[in-house]
Protein backbone atom coordinates (compact mmCIF):
# COMPACT_ATOMS: atom_id res chain seq x y z
CA UNK A 1 0.00 0.00 0.00
CA UNK A 2 1.49 3.17 -0.88
CA UNK A 3 1.70 5.90 1.87
CA UNK A 4 1.28 9.64 1.74
CA UNK A 5 5.29 10.07 1.45
CA UNK A 6 5.90 7.96 -1.44
CA UNK A 7 6.87 8.99 -4.82
CA UNK A 8 4.29 7.98 -7.51
CA UNK A 9 5.10 5.79 -10.39
CA UNK A 10 5.63 6.47 -13.46
CA UNK A 11 7.50 3.94 -15.80
CA UNK A 12 9.65 5.58 -18.74
CA UNK A 13 10.96 3.00 -21.75
CA UNK A 14 12.79 4.18 -24.43
CA UNK A 15 12.63 2.08 -27.86
CA UNK A 16 14.71 3.13 -31.40
CA UNK A 17 12.14 1.12 -33.85
CA UNK A 18 14.92 2.58 -36.84
CA UNK A 19 17.63 4.97 -36.96
CA UNK A 20 15.73 8.05 -37.59
CA UNK A 21 13.35 7.51 -34.71
CA UNK A 22 13.00 7.39 -31.43
CA UNK A 23 10.07 6.20 -28.90
CA UNK A 24 9.12 7.39 -25.44
CA UNK A 25 6.82 5.30 -23.82
CA UNK A 26 5.60 6.59 -20.69
CA UNK A 27 3.32 4.71 -18.56
CA UNK A 28 1.74 4.77 -14.44
CA UNK A 29 0.95 8.22 -13.24
CA UNK A 30 2.33 11.68 -14.67
CA UNK A 31 1.57 13.95 -11.84
CA UNK A 32 2.82 16.77 -9.66
CA UNK A 33 4.61 14.24 -7.18
CA UNK A 34 7.26 12.95 -9.70
CA UNK A 35 6.87 15.48 -12.14
CA UNK A 36 10.31 16.42 -11.44
CA UNK A 37 11.99 13.11 -11.57
CA UNK A 38 10.93 12.38 -14.69
CA UNK A 39 11.91 15.28 -16.25
CA UNK A 40 15.41 14.90 -14.89
CA UNK A 41 15.54 10.93 -16.25
CA UNK A 42 13.96 11.53 -19.75
CA UNK A 43 16.49 14.61 -20.47
CA UNK A 44 19.34 12.46 -19.20
CA UNK A 45 18.78 9.56 -20.95
CA UNK A 46 17.59 11.58 -24.29
CA UNK A 47 21.27 13.95 -24.31
CA UNK A 48 22.92 10.59 -24.09
CA UNK A 49 21.61 9.43 -27.92
CA UNK A 50 19.83 13.00 -28.87
CA UNK A 51 17.04 11.82 -31.16
CA UNK A 52 15.94 12.82 -34.72
CA UNK A 53 12.33 12.19 -34.05
CA UNK A 54 10.85 11.65 -30.75
CA UNK A 55 7.34 9.73 -30.49
CA UNK A 56 5.88 10.04 -27.57
CA UNK A 57 3.62 7.17 -26.39
CA UNK A 58 1.31 7.87 -23.87
CA UNK A 59 -1.12 5.03 -24.07
CA UNK A 60 -0.46 3.34 -20.67
CA UNK A 61 -1.16 6.76 -18.43
CA UNK A 62 -3.73 6.42 -16.35
CA UNK A 63 -3.51 9.28 -14.31
CA UNK A 64 -2.25 12.70 -15.44
CA UNK A 65 -2.66 16.84 -14.18
CA UNK A 66 -1.52 19.68 -15.10
CA UNK A 67 1.80 18.73 -13.96
CA UNK A 68 2.38 16.63 -16.44
CA UNK A 69 1.80 18.68 -19.33
CA UNK A 70 4.59 20.65 -17.92
CA UNK A 71 6.52 17.70 -18.33
CA UNK A 72 5.68 16.91 -21.82
CA UNK A 73 6.09 20.62 -22.21
CA UNK A 74 9.75 20.11 -21.53
CA UNK A 75 10.41 17.32 -23.36
CA UNK A 76 9.57 18.95 -26.08
CA UNK A 77 11.76 21.70 -25.99
CA UNK A 78 14.36 20.33 -25.25
CA UNK A 79 14.01 18.00 -28.50
CA UNK A 80 12.81 20.57 -30.46
CA UNK A 81 15.65 22.72 -29.39
CA UNK A 82 18.19 20.05 -30.77
CA UNK A 83 15.88 20.80 -34.29
CA UNK A 84 14.27 17.59 -33.79
CA UNK A 85 11.00 16.77 -34.42
CA UNK A 86 8.63 15.87 -31.24
CA UNK A 87 4.88 14.28 -31.65
CA UNK A 88 2.32 12.50 -28.83
CA UNK A 89 1.04 9.28 -29.94
CA UNK A 90 -1.78 7.30 -28.47
CA UNK A 91 -2.95 9.70 -26.19
CA UNK A 92 -5.95 8.53 -24.05
CA UNK A 93 -9.20 10.75 -23.91
CA UNK A 94 -8.47 12.27 -20.34
CA UNK A 95 -4.90 13.23 -21.00
CA UNK A 96 -6.02 15.10 -24.25
CA UNK A 97 -8.61 16.56 -22.26
CA UNK A 98 -5.92 18.35 -19.53
CA UNK A 99 -3.76 19.17 -22.56
CA UNK A 100 -6.61 20.84 -24.34
CA UNK A 101 -7.45 23.01 -21.02
CA UNK A 102 -3.77 23.86 -20.88
CA UNK A 103 -3.60 25.27 -24.49
CA UNK A 104 -0.66 22.63 -25.11
CA UNK A 105 0.04 22.37 -28.81
CA UNK A 106 -0.16 26.38 -28.80
CA UNK A 107 1.64 26.75 -25.89
CA UNK A 108 5.50 28.53 -26.61
CA UNK A 109 8.41 27.27 -23.88
CA UNK A 110 9.09 30.41 -21.52
CA UNK A 111 12.12 29.51 -19.22
CA UNK A 112 11.86 29.93 -16.00
CA UNK A 113 15.63 31.27 -15.31
CA UNK A 114 16.12 33.45 -18.14
CA UNK A 115 17.91 36.39 -17.36
CA UNK A 116 16.58 40.01 -17.45
CA UNK A 117 17.77 42.20 -19.88
CA UNK A 118 19.56 45.32 -18.00
CA UNK A 119 17.57 48.31 -18.27
CA UNK A 120 19.49 51.17 -19.74
CA UNK A 121 20.83 54.40 -17.93
CA UNK A 122 18.40 56.46 -20.25
CA UNK A 123 15.27 54.43 -19.84
CA UNK A 124 15.66 54.64 -15.62
CA UNK A 125 16.00 58.73 -16.49
CA UNK A 126 13.34 58.46 -18.21
CA UNK A 127 10.73 56.64 -15.89
CA UNK A 128 12.17 58.68 -12.54
CA UNK A 129 10.95 61.85 -15.01
CA UNK A 130 7.81 60.67 -15.66
CA UNK A 131 7.30 59.81 -12.27
CA UNK A 132 8.64 63.26 -10.61
CA UNK A 133 5.66 64.66 -13.62
CA UNK A 134 3.19 62.74 -12.41
CA UNK A 135 4.26 63.57 -8.32
CA UNK A 136 4.08 66.91 -9.02
CA UNK A 137 0.72 67.08 -11.25
CA UNK A 138 -1.04 65.23 -8.20
CA UNK A 139 0.89 67.98 -5.65
CA UNK A 140 -0.59 70.81 -8.16
CA UNK A 141 -3.86 69.21 -8.00
CA UNK A 142 -3.64 68.58 -4.04
CA UNK A 143 -2.88 71.85 -3.27
CA UNK A 144 -5.56 73.56 -5.50
CA UNK A 145 -8.06 71.26 -3.61
CA UNK A 146 -7.36 72.53 -0.10
CA UNK A 147 -7.10 76.14 -1.24
CA UNK A 148 -10.85 75.50 -3.11
CA UNK A 149 -11.96 73.57 0.53
CA UNK A 150 -10.20 76.27 2.93
CA UNK A 151 -12.52 78.97 0.71
CA UNK A 152 -15.70 76.89 1.09
CA UNK A 153 -15.12 76.43 4.94
CA UNK A 154 -14.27 80.30 5.03
CA UNK A 155 -17.58 80.74 3.77
CA UNK A 156 -19.72 77.61 5.18
CA UNK A 157 -17.95 76.88 8.40
CA UNK A 158 -20.51 74.34 9.33
CA UNK A 159 -18.98 71.91 6.29
CA UNK A 160 -15.31 71.89 8.77
CA UNK A 161 -15.85 68.61 10.89
CA UNK A 162 -14.78 70.47 14.45
CA UNK A 163 -15.67 67.55 16.52
CA UNK A 164 -12.68 66.02 14.25
CA UNK A 165 -10.01 68.55 14.48
CA UNK A 166 -10.58 69.11 18.12
CA UNK A 167 -9.43 64.98 18.35
CA UNK A 168 -6.47 65.93 15.78
CA UNK A 169 -5.39 68.74 18.32
CA UNK A 170 -5.28 66.30 21.50
CA UNK A 171 -3.38 63.78 19.02
CA UNK A 172 -1.13 66.18 17.73
CA UNK A 173 -0.38 68.75 20.85
CA UNK A 174 -1.42 67.82 24.22
CA UNK A 175 -0.36 63.94 23.18
CA UNK A 176 2.94 65.33 22.24
CA UNK A 177 3.90 67.47 24.97
CA UNK A 178 5.64 65.37 26.98
CA UNK A 179 7.94 64.60 24.80
CA UNK A 180 8.32 68.08 23.42
CA UNK A 181 9.27 69.28 26.97
CA UNK A 182 11.76 66.56 27.65
CA UNK A 183 13.61 66.97 24.59
CA UNK A 184 13.82 70.56 24.83
CA UNK A 185 14.34 70.48 28.49
CA UNK A 186 17.37 68.58 27.33
CA UNK A 187 18.23 70.71 24.35
CA UNK A 188 18.34 73.93 26.96
CA UNK A 189 20.57 71.82 29.43
CA UNK A 190 22.86 71.05 27.20
CA UNK A 191 23.50 74.34 24.86
CA UNK A 192 23.37 75.94 28.45
CA UNK A 193 26.27 73.73 29.85
CA UNK A 194 28.23 74.21 26.53
CA UNK A 195 28.20 77.45 26.21
CA UNK A 196 29.00 78.49 29.40
CA UNK A 197 32.44 76.41 29.16
CA UNK A 198 33.36 78.96 26.77
CA UNK A 199 31.61 82.44 28.01
CA UNK A 200 33.28 81.66 31.55
CA UNK A 201 36.75 82.63 30.21
CA UNK A 202 35.77 86.05 29.83
CA UNK A 203 33.91 86.54 32.44
CA UNK A 204 30.19 86.61 30.65
CA UNK A 205 28.58 83.57 32.23
CA UNK A 206 25.46 85.42 32.36
CA UNK A 207 24.75 85.69 28.76
CA UNK A 208 24.18 82.06 28.69
CA UNK A 209 20.88 82.96 29.96
CA UNK A 210 20.56 85.37 25.89
CA UNK A 211 22.19 82.85 24.23
CA UNK A 212 19.63 80.04 25.05
CA UNK A 213 16.46 82.37 25.01
CA UNK A 214 17.30 83.75 21.54
CA UNK A 215 18.46 80.11 19.78
CA UNK A 216 15.82 78.80 21.05
CA UNK A 217 12.85 81.12 20.41
CA UNK A 218 13.40 82.51 17.77
CA UNK A 219 15.78 79.29 15.68
CA UNK A 220 15.82 75.73 17.20
CA UNK A 221 12.26 75.88 19.41
CA UNK A 222 10.53 76.30 15.78
CA UNK A 223 12.61 73.27 14.33
CA UNK A 224 12.62 70.79 17.33
CA UNK A 225 8.92 71.49 17.53
CA UNK A 226 8.36 70.40 13.56
CA UNK A 227 10.75 67.60 13.77
CA UNK A 228 8.69 65.82 16.54
CA UNK A 229 5.45 66.85 15.17
CA UNK A 230 6.41 65.37 11.74
CA UNK A 231 7.85 61.86 13.28
CA UNK A 232 4.58 61.47 15.41
CA UNK A 233 1.46 63.20 13.48
CA UNK A 234 3.17 63.63 9.84
CA UNK A 235 3.33 60.08 9.55
CA UNK A 236 -0.30 59.20 11.21
CA UNK A 237 -1.47 61.44 9.02
CA UNK A 238 -0.06 59.09 5.77
CA UNK A 239 -0.47 56.07 7.71
CA UNK A 240 -4.85 56.53 8.40
CA UNK A 241 -5.25 58.40 4.56
CA UNK A 242 -3.41 55.64 2.97
CA UNK A 243 -5.46 52.50 5.02
CA UNK A 244 -8.78 54.25 4.31
CA UNK A 245 -7.23 54.71 0.59
CA UNK A 246 -6.43 50.74 0.34
CA UNK A 247 -9.50 49.59 1.97
CA UNK A 248 -11.23 52.07 -0.56
CA UNK A 249 -12.81 54.35 1.87
CA UNK A 250 -12.12 57.38 0.05
CA UNK A 251 -13.69 55.76 -2.74
CA UNK A 252 -16.78 55.55 -0.83
CA UNK A 253 -16.95 59.17 0.17
CA UNK A 254 -16.88 60.22 -3.50
CA UNK A 255 -19.52 57.42 -4.02
CA UNK A 256 -21.79 59.15 -1.27
CA UNK A 257 -20.75 63.11 -1.88
CA UNK A 258 -18.15 63.90 0.25
CA UNK A 259 -15.44 65.73 -0.67
CA UNK A 260 -12.38 63.89 0.83
CA UNK A 261 -9.83 66.72 1.14
CA UNK A 262 -12.18 68.57 2.78
CA UNK A 263 -13.33 65.42 5.23
CA UNK A 264 -9.76 64.67 6.04
CA UNK A 265 -6.77 67.17 5.23
CA UNK A 266 -8.74 70.15 6.30
CA UNK A 267 -9.40 69.32 10.30
CA UNK A 268 -5.76 67.60 10.68
CA UNK A 269 -3.97 71.28 8.64
CA UNK A 270 -6.50 73.19 10.88
CA UNK A 271 -5.41 71.24 13.92
CA UNK A 272 -1.71 71.12 12.94
CA UNK A 273 -1.79 75.15 12.38
CA UNK A 274 -3.20 75.97 15.80
CA UNK A 275 -1.28 73.05 17.93
CA UNK A 276 2.08 73.79 16.72
CA UNK A 277 2.97 77.27 17.73
CA UNK A 278 1.51 76.34 20.95
CA UNK A 279 3.80 73.18 21.42
CA UNK A 280 6.52 75.48 20.29
CA UNK A 281 6.05 77.75 23.71
CA UNK A 282 6.14 75.05 25.80
CA UNK A 283 9.53 74.29 23.78
CA UNK A 284 10.65 77.32 24.04
CA UNK A 285 10.24 77.56 28.22
CA UNK A 286 11.16 73.91 29.12
CA UNK A 287 14.82 74.96 26.96
CA UNK A 288 14.75 78.23 29.34
CA UNK A 289 14.50 75.50 32.35
CA UNK A 290 16.99 73.64 31.29
CA UNK A 291 19.40 76.57 30.89
CA UNK A 292 18.46 78.16 34.07
CA UNK A 293 19.71 74.28 35.82
CA UNK A 294 22.96 74.59 34.36
CA UNK A 295 23.42 78.38 35.07
CA UNK A 296 22.01 78.30 38.91
CA UNK A 297 24.44 74.80 39.73
CA UNK A 298 27.29 76.15 37.76
CA UNK A 299 27.69 79.70 36.74
CA UNK A 300 26.34 80.85 40.60
CA UNK A 301 23.29 82.83 38.97
CA UNK A 302 20.43 82.91 40.55
CA UNK A 303 17.26 82.55 39.52
CA UNK A 304 15.96 85.96 39.23
CA UNK A 305 19.26 87.26 37.31
CA UNK A 306 19.06 84.51 34.74
CA UNK A 307 15.17 85.49 34.14
CA UNK A 308 15.71 88.91 33.77
CA UNK A 309 18.53 88.64 31.55
CA UNK A 310 16.45 85.53 29.56
CA UNK A 311 13.60 89.02 29.49
CA UNK A 312 16.08 91.19 28.66
CA UNK A 313 17.53 89.59 25.41
CA UNK A 314 14.00 88.26 24.13
CA UNK A 315 12.08 90.58 22.27
CA UNK A 316 7.80 90.51 20.74
CA UNK A 317 9.51 90.50 17.30
CA UNK A 318 11.66 87.49 17.89
CA UNK A 319 8.35 85.36 19.85
CA UNK A 320 6.19 86.22 16.98
CA UNK A 321 9.05 85.26 14.46
CA UNK A 322 9.74 81.95 15.84
CA UNK A 323 5.57 81.63 16.21
CA UNK A 324 4.94 82.41 12.51
CA UNK A 325 7.71 79.69 11.58
CA UNK A 326 6.23 76.96 13.35
CA UNK A 327 2.77 78.12 11.81
CA UNK A 328 4.46 77.59 8.70
CA UNK A 329 5.98 74.12 9.44
CA UNK A 330 2.60 73.02 10.60
CA UNK A 331 0.95 73.91 7.07
CA UNK A 332 4.03 71.43 5.65
CA UNK A 333 3.69 68.56 7.88
CA UNK A 334 0.03 68.67 7.49
CA UNK A 335 -0.12 68.94 3.60
CA UNK A 336 2.94 66.35 2.95
CA UNK A 337 1.13 64.23 5.19
CA UNK A 338 -2.12 64.28 4.42
CA UNK A 339 -0.75 64.16 0.17
CA UNK A 340 1.83 61.15 0.83
CA UNK A 341 -1.69 59.00 2.40
CA UNK A 342 -3.82 60.23 -0.89
CA UNK A 343 -0.89 58.77 -3.06
CA UNK A 344 -0.90 55.60 -1.55
CA UNK A 345 -1.29 52.76 -4.18
CA UNK A 346 -1.36 48.66 -3.72
CA UNK A 347 -1.07 46.67 -0.83
CA UNK A 348 -0.28 47.44 2.71
CA UNK A 349 3.12 47.96 2.58
CA UNK A 350 2.60 51.18 0.40
CA UNK A 351 1.22 52.53 3.71
CA UNK A 352 4.88 52.10 5.65
CA UNK A 353 6.50 53.71 2.47
CA UNK A 354 4.15 56.89 2.87
CA UNK A 355 4.67 57.02 6.13
CA UNK A 356 8.19 57.15 6.24
CA UNK A 357 7.95 59.49 3.06
CA UNK A 358 5.86 61.71 4.63
CA UNK A 359 8.29 62.44 7.33
CA UNK A 360 12.10 62.81 5.46
CA UNK A 361 9.98 64.84 2.91
CA UNK A 362 8.88 67.22 5.73
CA UNK A 363 12.11 67.27 7.67
CA UNK A 364 13.35 68.53 4.01
CA UNK A 365 10.84 71.10 3.64
CA UNK A 366 11.38 72.31 7.55
CA UNK A 367 14.93 72.62 6.85
CA UNK A 368 14.61 73.99 3.37
CA UNK A 369 12.35 76.61 4.89
CA UNK A 370 13.79 77.44 7.49
CA UNK A 371 16.63 78.63 5.32
CA UNK A 372 14.91 80.62 3.56
CA UNK A 373 13.61 82.52 6.17
CA UNK A 374 17.33 82.50 7.75
CA UNK A 375 17.85 84.90 4.15
CA UNK A 376 14.78 86.88 4.59
CA UNK A 377 15.47 87.63 8.58
CA UNK A 378 19.36 89.02 7.23
CA UNK A 379 18.26 91.22 4.84
CA UNK A 380 15.10 92.52 7.38
Same mark, same amino acid.
Given at each position: ?????????????????????????????????????????????????????????????????????????????????????????????????????????????????????????????????????????????????????????????????????????????????????????????????????????? @????? +????????? &? %????? $? =?????????????????????????????????????????????????????????????????????????????????????????????????????????????????????????? @????? +????????? &? %????? $? =??????????????
Amino acid at each position: MATAASVPVCTITIEQPDEASTRLSLSGRLESGNAARVIEDVLSRLATHPPLRLDVNLERIHYFDDYGSLVLQEIRHFVESRKAAFQLINVPEHVESILSLVDFHHQDYLPTNSKKKPISIFVRMGEAVIIQLDTFKYMTSFLGSVSICLVHGVLHPRSIRWGDTIVYMQKTGVDAVPIVALISFLLGLIMAFVSSMQLEQF @GAGIY +VASLVALSM &V %SEFGP $I =ITAIIVAGRSGSAYAAEIGTMQISEEIDALFTMGFQPTLFLAIPRLIAAVIVVPVLTLFSDVFAILGGLVVSSTMLDLTVGTYITQTLEALTLFELMWGLMKSAVFAVLIALVGCLRGFQVR @GGASE +VGNAATSAV &V %SSIFL $I =ILFDSIFAVIRSYW
